[in-house]
């Protein structure tokens, strides 16, 4: 039963991974084809799909940061 809640787990952190990091990719780039669109350039699109990219790993460090903190806790 306890194997059963860790693969529960594993698997919550890695689709909590996965949205972490695609969602502010995938907003940031869209924001950007639509200001390109709106004011003819074509360098908005790169600048914030970094922004995004830059936003999601931030995302999962904190996420991992307070994944491997409560597992300290519970080791405790």
């Known amino acids: 039963m306890k194997n059963n809640k ?3 787990r594993n698997l919550t952190y890695i689709s909590q991974f996965a949205i972490n990091m695609l969602v ?3 907003l ?7 200001i390109d669109k709106k004011f003819q350039t074509s360098y ?8 995004g990219a830059v936003a999601g790993a931030r995302n999962i460090y ?5 994944s491997y903190e409560e597992k300290e806790d519970k080791q405790k």
């Not at 940031?28 to 639509?34: K, V």
């Not at 908005?44 to 922004?51: G, K, S, Y």
């Open 28 to 34: 940031c780039s869209f924001i950007g084809l639509y």
């Open 6 to 8: 860790n693969i529960a």
């Open 44 to 51: 908005w699109f790169i600048i914030l799909f970094f922004v």
């Open 62 to 66: 904190i996420l991992a940061k307070k």
């Open 24 to 26: 502010p990719i995938f």
